[in-house]
């Protein structure tokens, strides 16, 4: 089955500077990447996703990127703001399955 | 829209109890996923539904789990007897159809078991 590894656990950062997450997946036949943010105690939601036929998307200030042969993708945050402190899951969904395989999430910290 | 509903919040029981959660799909969804989420991990598929038919059940512990959605719209999730490691937030998430990508979560049930 899929396999998901995400870095890095925590990510510290102050208000204005950049946040990279980055993520792995096993399957080539993984098709769809989303990315969840998940606020303390509440649900997942879904901020992005890209899928395979593309390299990158973007999204004000929050854009991912693919490489399929390397299969890794990553989240990118500009100008980080306090309030996109969370955690942040990465996901993969093969083609086959359609069933998301997620990582282990990121917490990020952005100090005002 | 209203969203995916989940009762109740939280609970806590003791070990080898038993425990029900209950799901409200977003109305029209046909697909609907209950999620283990253990803290500090990202949420694991227990099973999927298509309507009331099972897709997906691989990752659910038969042994203990069980899940049903008899009428194709609500579900419940139960657990008996509960352990220790049960310990998690249920998630329940639903999409429009088995083939969309794009999944609803609901607030999650947090469970904890002593």
């Known amino acids: 089955g899929e396999n998901v590894e995400q870095h890095p656990s925590t990510l510290s950062v102050q208000e204005g500077d950049s946040a990279v997450i980055k993520c792995t997946y096993s399957d080539s036949a993984s098709n769809y990447f989303p990315w969840y943010k998940q606020e303390l105690g509440k649900r997942p939601q879904l901020i992005i996703d890209?899928?395979?036929?593309?390299g990158e998307k973007k999204d004000q200030r929050i854009a991912v990127t693919l490489n399929k042969t390397a299969k890794h993708f990553s989240l990118h945050i500009t100008e980080t703001q306090p309030e996109d402190s969370a955690v942040y899951f990465c996901?993969?969904?093969?083609?086959?399955?359609?069933?998301?395989?997620f990582g282990r999430g990121t917490s990020l910290i952005v100090h005002p | 829209e209203a969203g995916v509903a989940q009762s109740p919040r939280y609970k806590i029981i003791e070990k080898r109890q038993s425990v029900a959660f209950w799901c409200n799909p977003i109305s029209g969804h046909a697909t609907l996923y209950w999620y283990q989420q253990i803290l500090g991990q990202g949420p694991k598929l227990l099973i999927q539904f298509q309507n009331n038919g099972v897709v997906d059940d691989s990752q659910l512990p038969k042994d203990r789990f069980s899940a049903e959605r008899l009428k194709g719209v609500d579900s419940t999730l139960k657990i008996q007897p509960a352990k220790l490691e049960d310990s998690a937030v249920y998630l329940c998430a639903s999409s429009l159809e088995e083939f969309s990508y794009e999944q609803y979560f609901g607030p999650g049930t947090r469970l904890t078991v002593t």
């Open positions: 890209i899928r395979s036929n593309v």
């Open positions: 996901a993969a969904r093969s083609g086959g399955s359609y069933i998301p395989t």
